[in-house]
């Protein structure tokens, strides 16, 4: 059994998630980020960069949540996650997902600790920046979704989608979530509604945006 070292409803929500949807439970492992348990000594060594999460498959550590999405569509091919190897649909998965994990994911980062882009001198600028970049994301990926979805590659699901809903999920307390596109919307609701989206949430004990 995989084990994953996680914090509710943070980049390993993904993992986790796909983990459950292609049904194979890992055994959870918290982190208290908020105790700092991502600095010990323990977790560095498994996870260098002090984040989660870190997926342990036969004994070996892995991190990168987009790295561990795409390898779980590689070890469970039976689910689904990716198109076939050498196909058009499959490079536009991957095509998705670097995008999502360079141009979406930094300004969350950038949004949720705005004292790193350039200390904490510069933290409020920092985070309007951030918010902006979201918006803008948002805006490109809603009209992906409107002429070509509702899922990104169309109407099939594939690993970048986990990936994307887990991104709009952290938007939720933000002035403009995700969920006020209008194509978005019809997206989250469609990955919200997978039964493994509500297992992850009640595995990682969270409660908002259920739906
Ligand atoms: N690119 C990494 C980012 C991981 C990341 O930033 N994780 C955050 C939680 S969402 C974390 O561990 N933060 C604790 C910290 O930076 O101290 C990934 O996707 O795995």
Redesign the pocket.
Same mark, same amino acid.
């Given at each position: 059994m995989d084990i994953l070292y996680f914090?509710p409803g943070? #980049? $390993?929500f993904g993992v986790h998630w796909m983990l459950l949807d292609a049904g194979h439970a890992p055994e959870l492992r918290r982190?208290d980020?908020g105790a700092?348990q991502?600095?010990s000594a323990e977790y560095l060594a498994l996870n260098p #960069?002090?984040?989660?999460?870190t997926m342990i498959v036969d004994g070996q550590a892995f #991190?990168? $949540?987009?790295a561990?999405m795409l390898m779980l569509a590689d070890r469970y091919p039976e689910a689904g996650f990716l198109p076939p190897t050498g196909t058009a649909a499959r490079g536009l998965a991957y095509q998705w997902m670097l995008q999502l994990?360079n141009a979406l994911?930094p300004p969350f980062?950038h949004w949720?600790?705005p004292h790193e882009a350039a200390g904490e001198s510069a933290a409020a600028e920092a985070k309007q920046v951030a918010g902006q970049r979201i918006g803008q994301m948002f805006d490109r990926i809603d009209a992906h979704l409107a002429a070509h979805g509702p899922y990104l590659l169309g109407d099939r699901i594939s690993a970048p989608d986990f990936m994307l809903a887990m991104l709009c999920r952290w938007s939720r307390n933000m002035p403009k979530p995700a969920t006020e596109w209008p194509a978005l919307k019809r997206f989250i609701d469609l990955m919200r509604a997978r039964p493994s989206f509500v297992t992850t949430c009640d595995r990682e004990g969270l409660e908002e945006w259920r739906q």
């Open positions: 914090s943070s #980049a $390993s982190v980020l700092g991502q600095r #960069a002090g984040v989660v999460p #991190a990168e $949540s987009g561990l994990v994911q980062r949720f600790y």
